[in-house]
């Protein structure tokens, strides 16, 4: 993650793109990668890139639930919501995790700075029911597995 989120920084990253609405998706994406949000002076900048309203870059951007306006907590989990993890319990997992942290999925904690968020299937379904952590997958689950996991992090472990 790239912790220098300033103008140059941004319009480095944006340089590639043209003026037009086509390359919004892309800006966005870019500059989520690289910065972990979206903040409003970026947004500001990508309208003015691809001479755009900031109004319609405020209004893409918000229409798509995988941008973050905020910065990102330092954990994320991702929960895998797809059918093999859930048919192995999934389910049992989420909700082992969402009561040791005491939140609700997309809720994000200051203290512990974390969020559980619900994930799609990403493939690897061999080592179902899995979590991400901060997109690293850790496989082969069980709840008691989970519960440690979640415990750990809560202790700053
Ligand atoms: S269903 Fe969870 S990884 Fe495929």
Known sequence: MNNNYNKDSILKLLDPLTPDNADLLEALHLIQENFGYLS???LEIVGEKLSLSVA????????????????????????????????????GIRDAMLAVFG???????????????????????EQSPQIWINEKVVGKLSVSKAITIARDIKEGK
């Open 103 to 125: 939140t609700e999925l997309g809720q994000q904690l200051d203290n512990p700075s974390v969020e559980i968020s619900m994930a799609q299937c990403n493939g690897t379904c």
């Open 56 to 91: 319609h870059v405020y209004g893409s951007a918000t229409y798509y639930a995988d941008f973050r306006f905020e910065p990102p907590p330092e954990t994320i989990i991702g929960w895998c919501s797809g059918p093999a993890c859930l048919l192995k319990n999934g389910i």
């Open 40 to 42: 409003k002076e970026a």
